[in-house]
């Protein structure tokens, strides 16, 4: 059974980069599926897509996030990464990667990971 | 970017009720690419449904979906105790994909 899970810093300063790699375990990032993405939840702007990458690398954005973001893939390490540049409090949220299809369908999420953007 | 409108905002139900979950896209969701998920406090979102009446894996045959257009519903014909939760609607025929703000299905 596929399974996630994001991990990277709890706690970012205001105008620094987040960063944060998923992990995939029970199955390989090439052929389990060929679309793994980035969403995010906070109180005041619920679930929110980031973005999403296909496993040779193709990435593409929310455009509301497109100049800070960038999303990369290692497939040596069944792995893909977001980086979001420029933090804000606005930016304080649980960050969820999952596994998707090409319409951006969310079949398998990581159990979530807590980012706060405080100085 | 569609705007995805949940109605009610909570549900005060009982075991055994069936239950009816709105969502309104402010413009035409063609293909009927209409997701719906299920949260519980602590974890994360569950897919339940896709393409607005095609269940995920694993997922009990009292979830279902329906609708076209605007207008869209996830039913479940008999509540379980492990049922109440947050459910979500989502669409992905425009890019970005957007979520709608929810309904909280709560035991009354």
């Known amino acids: 059974q596929l399974q996630l899970q994001e991990s990277g810093p709890g706690l970012v300063k205001p105008s620094e980069t987040l960063s944060l790699t998923c992990t995939v375990s029970?199955?390989?990032?090439?052929?389990?599926?060929?679309?793994w993405g980035w969403i995010r939840q906070s109180p005041g702007k619920g679930l929110q897509w980031i973005g999403s990458?296909?496993?040779?690398?193709?990435?593409y954005y929310n455009p509301s996030l497109k100049s800070r973001v960038t999303i990369s893939i290692d497939t040596s390490k069944n792995q893909f990464s977001l980086k979001l540049s420029s933090v804000t409090a606005a930016d304080t949220a649980v960050y969820y990667c999952?596994?998707?299809?090409?319409?951006?369908?969310?079949?398998?999420w990581g159990q979530g990971t807590t980012v706060t953007v405080s100085s | 970017e569609i705007v995805l409108t949940q109605s009610p905002g909570t549900l005060s139900l009982s075991p055994g009720d069936r239950v009816f979950l709105s969502c309104r896209a402010s413009?035409?969701?063609?293909?009927?690419?209409i997701a719906w998920y299920q949260q519980k406090p602590g974890q994360a979102p569950r897919l339940l449904i896709y393409?607005?009446?095609s269940r995920a894996t694993g997922i009990p045959d009292r979830f279902s979906g329906s609708g076209s257009g605007t207008d869209f519903t996830l039913t479940i014909s008999r509540l379980e105790p492990e049922d109440f939760a947050v459910y979500y609607c989502?669409?992905?025929?425009?890019?970005?994909?957007?979520f709608g703000g929810g309904t909280k299905v709560e035991i009354k």
């Open positions: 393409d607005a009446s």
């Open positions: 999952a596994r998707q299809n090409y319409y951006v369908v969310l079949h398998d």
């Open positions: 989502q669409q992905y025929i425009s890019s970005p994909c957007t």
């Open positions: 990458i296909f496993s040779g690398g193709t990435t």
């Open positions: 029970g199955g390989s990032i090439t052929t389990s599926s060929k679309y």
């Open positions: 413009q035409s969701v063609w293909n009927n690419y």
